[in-house]
C-alpha cells in the first residue's frame, strides 16, 4: 500500500522548501478524456473530490495554490473558482509566462514551487520548479524529466497522492472540527 509519509521523506530536501503548488488540469487534475455534450457549453471533465479537497487543505494551511492549463473552459473555470484557487492561468500551451507571473506576484523563487502536469509542453515548468512530479500514463519523456511519478493515475486522486507527501514533510494536518 502507498505510504506517503515514507515518499515524503525521500524527498524531505526539495518538499520541504515547497511555498505554492502549481498543477495542469487536463491528465493531472481530470482524467483526460472530454466529454462533448453536444450544446453550446462545450467539453465536459471529471475531478476528483480527494484532490480537490488536498487542494483546499494546502490553502488552508498557508501554502499557495494555482492552475496552469493549455485549455480554458467554463468548467475549469467554475471548478477552480468554487474552491477559490487565487492563481488561475487558462488558454495557453506555453505556460512559462504564467509560471513565472505567478512566482514574480507571490514574491517566491523557482526551488520554492512545486509542479505537476503531464504532457511535453509541461517540460519547460517540470524541469524548472524545486519538485516536480507526473502521472504513470504519462509519455517516457516527461517521466523521465520529473522528480517522481505518481501510483495514482491521472483524475484518479493523483494530486492528493503529491500534496499528502507535502502535506507529511512539512507537517500540515487538515484542520478537523468535531
Same mark, same amino acid.
Given at each position: 500500500m502507498l505510504n506517503t509519509r515514507e515518499l515524503g521523506e525521500k524527498y524531505k530536501d526539495k518538499l520541504s522548501k515547497i511555498k505554492i503548488v502549481l498543477f495542469d488540469v487536463d491528465g493531472i487534475l481530470t482524467d483526460g478524456k472530454l466529454y462533448y455534450s453536444g450544446n453550446e457549453v462545450g467539453y465536459n471533465r471529471f475531478f476528483h473530490?480527494?484532490?480537490?479537497?488536498?487542494?483546499?487543505?494546502?490553502?488552508?494551511?498557508?501554502?499557495?495554490?494555482?492552475?496552469?492549463s493549455g485549455g480554458d473552459s467554463l468548467g475549469v473555470k467554475k471548478r477552480f473558482s468554487d474552491l477559490g484557487i487565487?492563481?488561475? /492561468?487558462?488558454? @495557453?500551451? !506555453?505556460?512559462?509566462?504564467?509560471?513565472?507571473?505567478?512566482l514574480e506576484?507571490?514574491?517566491?523563487?523557482?526551488?520554492?514551487?512545486?509542479?505537476?502536469?503531464?504532457?511535453?509542453?509541461?517540460?519547460?515548468?517540470?524541469?524548472?520548479?524545486?519538485?516536480?512530479?507526473?502521472?504513470?500514463s504519462a509519455s517516457i519523456e516527461v517521466r523521465e524529466?520529473?522528480? /517522481?511519478?505518481? @501510483?495514482? !493515475?491521472?483524475?484518479e486522486g493523483c494530486v492528493r497522492e503529491v500534496i499528502d507527501m507535502l502535506r507529511h514533510v512539512q507537517g500540515i494536518v487538515p484542520h478537523i472540527e468535531y
Open positions: 473530490t480527494h484532490d480537490g479537497y488536498g487542494l483546499k487543505i494546502m490553502m488552508e494551511a498557508g501554502i499557495k495554490v494555482g492552475i496552469i487565487k492563481h488561475l /492561468y487558462l488558454g @495557453s500551451e !506555453d505556460k512559462r509566462a504564467a509560471f513565472n507571473e505567478i506576484k507571490e514574491g517566491l523563487s523557482k526551488e520554492q514551487a512545486l509542479y505537476m502536469g503531464d504532457e511535453f509542453f509541461d517540460l519547460p515548468i517540470l524541469k524548472q520548479a524545486g519538485f516536480s512530479a507526473t502521472v504513470p524529466q520529473v522528480d /517522481y511519478v505518481t @501510483s495514482y !493515475d491521472s483524475g
